[in-house]
């Protein structure tokens, strides 16, 4: 069945560009009709969208982040990627990655990643 | 601040029906569909209802969702220990702002 996996550093220093992977095995990110999507979770907190990316390769960005946001899709390699630029504590979380027939309803998730910021 | 708005708390005894409120607006909930996820400690969330109130396959049909303006709700029927878990609301919001997905702060359920 479908799998994902997220990859990239544990730990970014404050200021610097934050770079994340998703790894889709068990099937073609270049599905029809599905969204590609991110969503963080800061420690003890709730869920926070980032961003998503459709299977046309539109993309669709949290406002509030919009600015820092970079997601894209490597068809050759059956992965998404994640570029979240200046970073600073308040980015520290766990990051999935995740899959949808609508940004809203992913109903395939990564089993998450924690990214930390400090120098 | 949540853009959605759910009850931090819940909680219930083995048997019990239990529902958790999700509270948005027009640009969101009264508008797009209302989807439910269930988060078990140290897991990623599981989609338990899409589509306001369609299970996918999988989750048991004591799991139920519904809409009502601009409101949501989860009902947990026959509530069982493993059902301990924190659940979120989301939702699509055509916020002038710029589009985004939504959540709700979480409910923690705790089974008595």
């Known amino acids: 069945q479908l799998q994902l996996q997220e990859s990239g550093p544990g730990l970014v220093k404050p200021s610097e560009t934050l770079s994340l992977t998703c790894t889709v095995s068990?099937?073609?990110?270049?599905?029809?009709?599905?969204?590609w999507g991110w969503i963080r979770q800061p420690p003890g907190k709730g869920l926070e969208w980032i961003g998503s990316?459709?299977?046309?390769?539109?993309?669709y960005y949290n406002p509030s982040l919009k600015s820092r946001v970079t997601i894209s899709v490597d068809t050759s390699k059956n992965q998404f990627s994640l570029k979240l630029s200046s970073v600073t504590a308040a980015d520290t979380a766990v990051y999935y990655c995740?899959?949808?027939?609508?940004?809203?309803?992913?109903?395939?998730w990564g089993q998450g990643t924690l990214v930390t910021v400090s120098s | 601040q949540s853009v959605l708005t759910q009850p931090p708390s819940a909680s219930g005894t083995p048997g019990q029906r239990v529902t958790i409120s999700c509270s948005g607006s027009?640009?969101?909930?009264?508008?797009?569909?209302v989807n439910w996820y269930q988060q078990l400690p140290g897991t990623a969330p599981k989609l338990l209802i899409y589509s306001n109130n369609q299970r996918p396959s999988g989750v048991p049909d004591r799991f139920s969702g519904s809409k009502s303006g601009t409101s949501a709700s989860l009902a947990i029927s026959g509530l069982q220990s493993e059902d301990e878990a924190d659940y979120y609301c989301?939702?699509?919001?055509?916020?002038?702002?710029?589009?985004?997905?939504?959540f709700g702060g979480g409910t923690k359920l705790t089974v008595l």
């Open positions: 027009s640009s969101n909930i009264g508008s797009n569909s």
């Open positions: 990316i459709s299977y046309s390769g539109s993309t």
């Open positions: 995740a899959r949808g027939r609508i940004p809203a309803a992913s109903d395939c």
């Open positions: 989301a939702a699509w919001d055509d916020s002038l702002n710029g589009p985004r997905v939504v």
């Open positions: 068990g099937g073609s990110i270049s599905s029809s009709s599905y969204y």
